[in-house]
């Protein structure tokens, strides 16, 4: 994997309280470190929400009726549209607290895991099967000790 100085453009927009929510230095972070030495400039905003906004977004894109951790919608560019824009990420913040309470994670660790793990699927990677999944939680492992942060798993 080549190094090279990487031109990264985070826009962070808060659409819920901001009592235990990283500061958006945090998240630019967090996104520099998931895409250190995998492309070259990188464009997206992350929206970190309320359970009814996430709800409402999880329900429309998956079918899914619940607020969920992360969603991550990748940049569907037109063919032969050349753009450093990865595509967005969606954070609700009531799950991610709750879920770090639940499974007595630092709350920081908690957010940090899921910006880098929406980053790589807006990278391409994914989870569907075992091999993937274990490739893919390796990486996360590997970008988080970078960091200074515990395993997630």
């Excluded at 992360?70 to 560019?77: C, K």
């Excluded at 879920?99 to 990278?123: D, M, S």
């Amino acid at each position: 994997m080549s190094r090279w100085p990487l031109q990264l453009d985070v826009s962070v927009s808060y659409g819920c309280g901001r009592a235990g929510v990283p500061a958006s230095a945090s998240f630019r972070r967090w996104v520099a470190a998931a895409t250190k030495g995998r492309i070259k400039r990188a464009d997206l905003a992350i929206r970190v929400v309320d359970e009814k906004e996430g709800r409402a977004l999880n329900r429309h894109y998956r079918g899914k009726d619940y607020a969920t951790n992360v969603l991550s919608f990748p940049a569907e560019l037109p063919e032969g549209v050349q753009l450093p824009l990865l595509g967005d990420l969606v954070i609700c913040a009531p799950v991610v607290a709750r879920e770090a309470a639940e499974q007595g994670k630092p709350l920081q660790a908690h957010y940090a895991h899921l910006t880098v793990h929406g980053v790589l699927h807006l990278l391409g990677l994914d989870h569907e099967d075992e091999r993937e999944a274990e490739a893919m939680e390796q990486m996360e492992r590997e970008i988080l000790a970078e960091l200074g942060l515990p395993d997630p798993y």
